[in-house]
């Protein structure tokens, strides 16, 4: 998209008396964000308006700044520009500095803020589904983004133990590494393990299996059917980030009789979150799992 357009998207007169907000990211059209934000603003009786905008790769933080400039409130941010928006905030959140990435944007007296809701959203998500993370054994495979996002999060509802795995481990234990202060802080168990490990005989029994690598971009599961034959116990619930499909991943979770979900309720909690800082709300003027109930049929 050129700058040239995307300017005569923001003129005021097609915004008059509405807020207005953007989700940015390359590609960007598939986005489900101004679908759920727009019901957001219709239950909690905001006026809002959501659009959708696809800088060039190497254009992020040009269209960033035009965009507040011109009046934008507050921003979602996706791939591939999460790490840019981090490095252009003047402010981080807590959960922000952890992860190393930025999803939430806003101005406050002149500033930049930044946080990010992803790691919330799954942890909501997983509740509203019965899941608890307290004194549970969790499994994260994949040691990229989407898993510096979610470990934060994870560890503050004190699991028993939390393994990171990934094929190649030394990315595993630089994650590790990153989150093993917060981990002793909680008394939690933080390891790294490479992929191989859970071929192994001796793999101990996990409450819960989320899927944080890109295997499933590739209609792939990161899991050997080995180790997914010791991951996937009856009493396991398996949550893959992607959505809007069963997964290879999913699909061998559900061949070993396990519960499974996608991260489409995630989407939705962690817009919430987004919404909740931008707006001054309460997340129960929402209603979030109406708003996932819709997404599901549409």
Known sequence: ????PFLLR????????????????????????PLIHEQFARNSGQRISYIRIQPELDQFAKMLAAF????????????????????????????AKLAGAVNTLWLENGQLIGDNTDGIGLVRDLQSQGIGLNNKRVLIVGAGGASRGIIGPILQEVPNSLVVVNRTIHKAEELVATFKNLANSLAVDLEAWSLLKLEQDNVPLFDLVINASAAGLEQQSP???????????????????????ITPFMHQALQNGCRVSDGLGML???????????????????????????????
Request: aromatic residues 12%.
């Open 223 to 245: 899991l050997s059917d080995l180790a997914a034959k010791h991951v996937f116990q009856s009493s396991c619930f398996a949550y893959d980030l992607l959505y809007g499909k």
């Open 68 to 95: 507040f400039q011109m009046g934008g409130k507050g921003a979602n941010v996706t791939v591939p520009f999460k790490l840019d928006a981090f490095v252009q905030c003047q402010q981080l959140s807590p959960r």
């Open 268 to 298: 939705v909690e962690q817009a919430a979150e987004a919404f909740i800082l931008w707006r001054k709300l309460n997340i129960e003027s929402l209603g979030t799992r109406p708003v996932l109930s819709s997404l599901r049929k549409a």
């Open 1 to 4: 998209m050129s700058a040239y």
């Open 10 to 33: 923001l003129e005021p007169e097609l915004f008059k008396d509405r807020d207005v907000y953007a989700v940015f990211g390359n590609p960007i059209m598939h986005s489900k964000s």
